[in-house]
């Protein structure tokens, strides 16, 4: 069945000695952990200190974003190569985030998954819904787009991974309880099997948005729920390496 998988995005925080003792403390304490994977998402600047620090262990690189492009006068931005150079095995691709602050759409999304495999990456492709849209009950049709459109033009690959993250639980302390986690992950796994058939039940769809350690076993016990992108609570140890063994423990297939 599908490893599971958790993630930590550590956004815009950390020095580079914060983030040696963050990394080297999730390390220590995750080295028995069998039966999925473990993502450190630092910042750019961060991405070698962290590598050097999970080199040999079940932990793998992400990095929080890059550019579709290879090189040339793109000030500010960061190339698939370089990122893969740095260590990197993931990369985020459309958190709420890059699209709210930094204007990305569903076609840039396109375009960078579309890259990120090319080049041999596994993009964790970000979606979902915010609040005014589940209000006006229009969830699957907002996530429906998006994952559409994320895919559009790309042949399956098992390295795709998708993170529904409803933006209305993104750092609010509000997470989706398992049952509205597990209906978008249902519809979006329906989604997958329409584009390409039986081998999307190998596709991991991971929930984000406010995940403690608290309320992941309930979430990871639904059947298409797969692991959490993790923010927050990925910047302390205690509570990361937590939320990794409550999957680890309570995950049924
Ligand atoms: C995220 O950044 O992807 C996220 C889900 O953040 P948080 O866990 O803090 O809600």
């Known amino acids: 069945m599908r490893r599971w998988l958790v993630a930590g995005n550590w956004k815009m925080n950390n020095t580079i000695e914060e983030a040696i003792k963050l990394a080297t403390t999730v390390r220590e304490n995750t080295y028995d952990i ?16 962290v590598k050097e620090v999970i080199e040999g262990s079940n932990i793998f690189l992400a990095a929080q974003n890059m550019f579709y492009e290879d090189k040339g006068a793109y ?29 990305e759409t569903d076609e ?4 960078k998954t579309k890259k990120a495999l090319k080049e041999g990456l596994k993009p964790i492709v970000c979606v979902g819904e915010t609040d005014v849209e589940r209000d006006k009950g229009i969830t699957s049709y907002v996530v429906g787009i998006q994952v559409r459109k994320a895919l559009y033009g790309i042949e399956f690959s098992e390295d795709i991974v998708i993170a529904y993250e409803p933006v209305w639980a993104i750092g609010t302390g509000r997470n989706a309880t398992s049952e509205q986690a597990e209906e978008v ?9 329409e584009l390409y058939g039986t081998p999307s039940e ?27 992108l993790v923010g927050g609570a990925s910047l302390k140890s205690d509570s990361f390496v937590g939320i990794i063994r409550k999957v680890s423990e309570n995950r049924k297939c």
């Open 75 to 103: 000030t500010g931005e960061i190339s698939p190569a370089m990122i893969k150079d740095a260590g990197c095995t993931y990369v985020i691709i459309g958190h709420s985030e890059r699209r709210k602050y930094f204007g």
């Open 108 to 111: 840039v999304v396109n375009l």
């Open 185 to 193: 992950h249902r519809f979006i796994r329906g989604i997958l099997k």
């Open 34 to 49: 069998k039966g999925g994977d473990i993502i450190l998402a630092p910042p750019y600047t961060l991405l070698h200190g």
């Open 202 to 228: 190998r596709t991991r769809i991971l929930y984000g948005g406010s995940v403690t350690a608290d309320n992941i076993g309930e979430l990871i016990n639904m059947e298409n729920i797969d692991g959490a």
